[in-house]
């Protein structure tokens, strides 16, 4: 299985609007949508031309101060969740909001409070052949900003 995350640091992927970063010592730069080689082909655009690679993720074990710091180092505000052994599909999301919502309702630091009860187990996903719009409805529908990819590998 390959994984990758369906969302741009442009947020030209999201239905919804950007939003301000404080965090000044790793500035984002927009990045422009990939220009395709006919721009007036009747094919649409499919997510595997928008999506972001590769994708850092946290076990669903691991605590929230491991996954705060995966988000910082790779400048990230969302992580799939994998299964104990980091292998197979994802299973959760979790997002830097989670993070703040977790550790503020639960009066804990962040190294006490495990990933799995903070994360999304509602997990939406994408394969890479979808078009862009199936993947915008998507997002707009379950009210996400970001979508996994996830492709079976052929064994």
Not at 117 to 131: C, E, Q, R
């Amino acid at each position: 299985m390959t994984l990758k995350l369906c969302a741009s640091r442009a947020n030209a992927f999201s239905p919804f609007r950007p939003t301000s970063s404080t965090r000044t010592t790793h500035p984002t730069v927009p990045r422009k949508a990939p220009r395709r080689e006919n721009p007036e082909s009747e094919d649409p655009m499919n997510v595997a031309e928008l999506m972001l690679s590769p994708v850092h993720t946290c076990l669903k074990q691991d605590n929230l101060a491991r996954a705060a710091q995966i988000m910082w180092e790779h400048d990230s505000g969302a992580l799939p969740v994998l299964d104990d052994l980091g292998l197979g599909e994802p299973v959760a999301m979790i997002t830097d909001r989670d993070i703040c919502m977790a550790a503020y309702t639960q009066g804990k630091p962040l190294s006490e409070i495990q990933v799995t009860t903070a994360a999304s187990h509602h997990l939406t996903s994408v394969p890479s052949d979808d078009s862009v719009q199936f993947a915008l409805s998507l997002m707009a529908k379950h009210q996400v900003h970001r979508l996994p990819v996830a492709d079976r590998e052929e064994t």
